[in-house]
């Protein structure tokens, strides 16, 4: 993954490097495509469609955020119109039998967002920083509130939706069965992530990175920063797009939760936990908050605090997110010094893991005490039945927070020495990243 | 007879209603190498940024080759052939030394704003990129982040950031400030070579690098120029004596 995850591509690759390079895209199209036969419960597909939208969507505000520098808090905008306008195409489609098969409808969601991105990027971007973010949330405001006003369009509160079985068809594929619906989610996902990564290896995609990190200097030498800007915009709209697009087609039906603050709030989440200083950041970010997001609102009722807590750890800790955290391991790998900080990893854990128990027993009794104050005081978070209401649950969860803590931050300390060591060694052999 | 490179005509600056720039008028010919010299906050960088569109003058006009450039944006006037530096390192501190000059090569290559283009199958870019490279003797440090280059390196690649483009009106504020003295050497031999055949306007306080590069020197005291000549008439301007070189010309 080296070509995929570094940030300064080599200036002039091999022929090696290419056939690595192009050996990771078919790897990855193999995957795609033996992955329902490995895990081909219904539950499953519908997770791994989930996943891919999330990852063009992630991806797609990446370009923003990651490769042009640019902080938006509306771009479900772009998802969630994209979104709209599939389903009244796919109705308008089929109404009129056009001949015109779903695979080919996710386009329509693209070129919504680039439209709505070319109509509404342009004053937006004029400047990056604090203005252009609270413009994008002002648009999306915007956008969110038109969304209820405009009942005819936008359907209110319930949203629209078709049926996506009732189009043209290709080879016989109705796109019933969740299966189809995730071979064209897959096929979408593997064609944008070519095609976002295709981007930043050209002079517009270099460019969004120099305007990043110096707009000032960017204009003396011959760039206008606000175009720069503007197209990144545009493809980002356009992708956000097609996202949209493949989730219409998913759920068959689009509603206002699209293109509101949470889905916006959402895709920001996903990019910047997964590291957005790295191409592959927003993908991995994508599978880890998608995954994450099914499997914890199966053991506790307050899962977006959970989120919310980790959001606060990631960009405390690790700026640079999951792949950052693991591209430092780079050098240790490289230098053959990983082995000297596993042993303080796995000590650490430990006290870490009571650290985190005590809190989840405190933050679920807290839960119980202010949310339904009244029912049984027998909850079950994560797996465990305790009483949130036992001065002996108070008494273990504020044991395991303080003793946890205690421990825990020794531990953390002697492992950033290994750490400081193993780097050490890892440079002295010649390996800086 | 051509036009100058660069003329400033009555051009003033004020910021609020502090004037920085009183009726400054300056003309550089082309293919000639001019020092500003002055005092600290005398107005040189002012100057740069009003000639390079940074800032935009209260009133007067300057003139590349002619044309007039006076409330363009700077991007325009790159694209016109003027090409500047910063007093203080102005580079993609994030970006490789490599990536730095890419950048500064893509858009005189006619490569714009392509977003169909393959950055790594420009043979010229890359060419180009690499001679640049190797001029500024940094071919060594190619993959390197430009934020953890040394202090001297981080000049280098500003000036080769503003060669990059090619263009032929080069302004370079105080391109040796803060170098050990053989630094400095190694830099205006660099500078020298890379501004061959091009107008150079060069804003420095080493007088032996001012008095053994240019061709001519304005003296710029309070945002306004006292004298301008060969190094000669300037050594012996009584006034410039008086204003600026003092004990450090005798
Ligand atoms: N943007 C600005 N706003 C207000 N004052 C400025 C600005 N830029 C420069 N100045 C003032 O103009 C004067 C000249 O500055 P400068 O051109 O940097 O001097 P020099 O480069 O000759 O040392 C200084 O007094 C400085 O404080
Ligand atoms: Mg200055």
Known sequence: MTELASSVAPPNPALSERLKFYGIWIAVALLLLVLPKIFGSGGALTTFSLIGISIIFSLSYNILLGQTGLLSFGHAVYYGLGGFLVIHAINIIGANKLPIPLPVVPLVGGLTGLFFAALLGWVSTQRSGTAFAMISLGVAELIASSALILRTFFGGEAGISANRTKLFRLFDWSFGPQIQIYYLVAAWTLLAIIAMYALTRTPLGRMCNAVRDNPERVQFVGYDPHVIRYLAFCFAGFFAGVAGALAAINFEIANSAYLGAVQSGTVLFSTYIGGVGYFIGPIVGAIFVTALSLSLSDLTSVWQLYFGLFFIAVVTFAPGGITGLLMMHRPLLRGGTLGKVLPSYLIALIPTLALVAGLILAIESIVHHTVNPGDDPNIKAFGMSFNASSPITWIIALFLIVGGFVVARETWRRLARAWDDALTVAHERGYHA | ?250
Request: proline letters at 4%.
């Open chain 2, 1 to 250: 007879m051509t036009a100058p490179a660069i003329e400033i005509k009555d051009v003033q600056k004020s910021f609020g209603n502090i004037s920085i720039i009183r009726d400054l008028n300056l003309s550089v010919a082309q293919g000639e190498r001019h020092a500003l010299i002055g005092p600290n906050g005398a107005g040189k960088s002012t100057t740069f940024n009003l000639i390079s569109g940074y800032i935009k003058p209260t009133s007067g006009t300057v003139t590349l080759r002619g044309e007039e450039i006076s409330g363009l944006p700077p991007y325009q006037i790159n694209r016109r052939g003027l090409s500047r530096s910063f007093q203080v390192t102005n580079v993609f501190a994030n970006m490789s030394v490599w990536e730095n000059l890419r950048c500064a090569v893509l858009w005189t290559d006619g490569h714009h704003y392509s977003f169909w283009k393959n950055i790594d199958n420009l043979k010229q870019v890359r060419d180009r990129t690499a001679q640049v490279l190797s001029d500024i003797g940094l071919t060594a440090r190619r993959d390197v982040p430009a934020g953890l280059l040394t202090y001297a390196e981080q000049r280098a690649l500003e000036i080769g950031i503003t060669i990059a483009g090619g263009a032929d009106v080069i302004l370079l504020d105080e391109p040796t400030a803060g170098m050990s003295h053989a630094e400095t050497e190694r830099a205006v031999s660099l500078i020298r070579r890379l501004t061959e055949g091009r107008t150079l306007v060069i804003v420095e306080h080493d007088m032996s690098v001012v008095f053994g590069l240019a061709d001519r020197i304005s003296v710029l005291v309070y945002g306004h120029i006292i004298a301008t000549g060969t190094p000669e008439q300037i050594r012996s301007d009584p006034k410039v004596k008086e204003a600026y070189l003092g004990e450090e010309a005798a």
